[in-house]
């Protein structure tokens, strides 16, 4: 059966035509983003590993709690037990390289879309696109365009990642109570006072909502993203699959399931106020000292 739109052709022609005449521009992209990643990749490497357990442990009680902060250490355990620690370190170093790139493109797009209606009339469609095309097709291009390894997977997943980002930071500016806004211009703020000083300071819990799905969704195609030689934890998930071994499979995913919890606790309490984020530890401790405060009170 012939096609009566032969849209897909149309798409690999135009893919082939920029490989063809802009090959040396990809070229160039490549090396900035792989340098990027190897930088990151490298830092945490380089970090010991009891030194990056503290790390996340310590963010861990200071954001959520005690409690957190004794899951993170025993996954991270557990994880380092079962001989994936390296390759946690590789998922994390991609996870956090496709995020940053993914919010240094979202945010400021986000803020554009809430102030321009035509913008956002632009980019929805395209946002809809980028979520809702299945993973795997992103895949195709990049690597036609990039080759096999990190570069391919990191753009993938800046592309699969990057909408919530959009969204989430537009919905937070354009919901900012007007009252607050005409407060900060009656107070002689310029457009860009009001947007640093009144606009996003009072978004920012939408805003850390869109970067916790931002790495969220970072962390998931980074693992699809393996089928093109990303590396980390995919491959060994990938591997389980070619070769049906379930213990594989089931150890390697069971470190990406710690990986995100502690990624989304982490990253979700940024999005809560500090008293909230710190009430599960400190909150203890004044009831235990307000306890102790009262029969002295009593005696005296």
């Given at each position: 059966?012939?096609?009566i739109?032969?849209l897909?052709?149309?798409v690999?022609?135009?893919?082939?035509?920029?490989?063809?005449?802009?090959?040396?521009?990809?070229?160039?992209?490549?090396?900035?983003?792989?340098?990027?990643?190897?930088?990151v990749?490298?830092?945490?490497q380089?970090?010991?590993m009891?030194?990056?357990?503290?790390?996340?442990?310590?963010?861990?009680?200071?954001?959520?709690?005690?409690?957190?902060a004794a899951?993170?250490?025993?996954?991270?355990?557990?994880?380092y037990?079962?001989n994936f620690?390296?390759?946690m370190?590789?998922t994390?170093?991609?996870?956090?390289?496709?995020?940053?790139?993914s919010?240094?493109?979202?945010?400021?797009?986000?803020?554009?879309?809430?102030?321009?209606?035509?913008v956002e009339?632009?980019?929805?469609?395209?946002?809809?696109l980028?979520?809702?095309?299945?993973?795997?097709?992103?895949?195709?291009?990049?690597?036609?365009?990039?080759?096999?390894?990190?570069?391919?997977?990191?753009?993938?997943t800046?592309?699969f990642?990057?909408?919530?980002?959009?969204?989430?930071?537009?919905?937070?500016i354009k919901?900012?109570?007007r009252?607050?806004v005409?407060?900060?211009?009656?107070?002689?703020c310029?457009?860009?006072?009001?947007?640093?000083?009144?606009?996003?300071?009072?978004?920012?819990?939408?805003i850390?909502?869109?970067?916790?799905q931002?790495?969220m969704?970072?962390?998931?195609?980074?693992i699809?993203?393996s089928?093109?030689?990303?590396?980390?934890?995919g491959?060994?998930?990938?591997?389980?699959?070619?070769?049906?071994?379930?213990?594989?499979?089931?150890?390697?995913?069971?470190?990406?399931?710690?990986?995100?919890i502690?990624?989304?606790?982490?990253?979700?309490s940024?999005?809560?106020s500090?008293?909230m984020?710190?009430a599960?530890?400190?909150?203890?401790?004044?009831?235990?000292?307000?306890?102790?405060?009262?029969?002295?009170?009593?005696q005296?």
């Amino acid at each position: 059966m012939s096609e009566i739109i032969p849209l897909g052709s149309w798409v690999d022609h135009g893919v082939h035509y920029l490989l063809d005449h802009d090959a040396k521009t990809f070229d160039s992209i490549g090396k900035v983003i792989e340098s990027f990643a190897a930088a990151v990749e490298h830092s945490l490497q380089a970090i010991p590993m009891w030194a990056l357990m503290a790390i996340f442990v310590g963010i861990g009680l200071w954001r959520v709690g005690w409690r957190f902060a004794a899951f993170t250490l025993l996954s991270l355990l557990l994880i380092y037990a079962t001989n994936f620690w390296d390759q946690m370190v590789i998922t994390l170093g991609l996870t956090l390289s496709s995020t940053l790139i993914s919010l240094l493109l979202g945010i400021p797009l986000g803020i554009w879309t809430a102030k321009s209606k035509y913008v956002e009339m632009a980019v929805r469609p395209v946002l809809d696109l980028m979520q809702t095309m299945p993973a795997f097709v992103y895949l195709i291009p990049a690597a036609m365009l990039f080759g096999l390894g990190r570069v391919p997977g990191i753009l993938s997943t800046v592309i699969f990642a990057m909408p919530p980002a959009v969204r989430l930071t537009s919905l937070g500016i354009k919901h900012v109570n007007r009252e607050i806004v005409e407060a900060g211009q009656a107070f002689g703020c310029t457009p860009w006072q009001l947007l640093y000083k009144v606009q996003i300071p009072n978004a920012l819990p939408s805003i850390m909502t869109g970067v916790n799905q931002t790495i969220m969704m970072a962390l998931s195609m980074v693992i699809i993203a393996s089928m093109v030689g990303a590396g980390g934890l995919g491959n060994d998930v990938l591997a389980s699959i070619q070769r049906l071994d379930i213990g594989l499979g089931f150890e390697s995913g069971l470190s990406v399931v710690l990986l995100a919890i502690i990624l989304d606790r982490i990253t979700e309490s940024f999005g809560r106020s500090p008293g909230m984020a710190r009430a599960p530890l400190f909150s203890g401790i004044k009831s235990v000292m307000k306890v102790r405060r009262a029969p002295a009170a009593q005696q005296g």
